[in-house]
């Protein structure tokens, strides 16, 4: 992790905790023929689920490289929006990140950060939501397999 000047020595130490836990949960996401994956990438599929592992992969190891600038307030974005990644391992935090569970599972840092890095290293888009997320799975999983929500989901359902 690079230390920037933007984020406090407390912030960068949040940072680095939730940047480890999500690389541990991407790098240990079983994107296998279950009922989980199911659930966040829809029916089994042996190339597309291919594909999501290889995903995971990249953004287990992009975790460790990331760049962060910790600003006051985000401009031109929602009051929710809590980060959003610049390539190639940039992550501007936003004011509400600080807010969100440290560890939790789901819409806690380390998810935010799987969220943040699959864009960055799998080009995902923004479908927001559990629900959404699990919708693009059942009628899109192609979609689904390109959402950054999904693999933040999936990342956190297996803890
Ligand atoms: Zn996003």
């Known amino acids: 992790m690079a230390a920037q000047a933007s984020c406090s020595a407390k912030q960068l130490s949040q940072l680095d905790q939730a940047a480890r836990v999500a690389g541990r949960r991407a790098s240990s ?44 307030a985000c401009k031109g974005y929602s009051d929710r929006t809590y980060a959003y990644a610049i390539k190639p391992y940039g992550v501007t935090i936003c004011p509400p990140f600080w807010n969100i569970e440290k560890n939790g599972g789901y819409y806690s840092k380390p998810f935010g950060l799987v969220h943040e890095t699959s864009h960055l290293v799998a080009d995902t888009g923004d479908i927001y939501g559990e629900e959404e997320s699990k919708k693009l799975a059942k009628t899109d999983p192609a979609k689904a397999a390109q959402n950054a929500d999904n693999y933040a989901y999936f990342s956190a359902s297996a803890q």
């Open 29 to 72: 996401a079983h994107v296998a023929n279950t009922t989980a994956a199911a659930t966040w990438f829809g029916a089994y599929n042996a190339r597309r689920y291919q594909t999501i592992a290889g995903n995971f992969k990249k953004i287990a190891a992009a975790t460790s490289r990331l760049t962060y600038n910790c600003v006051r």
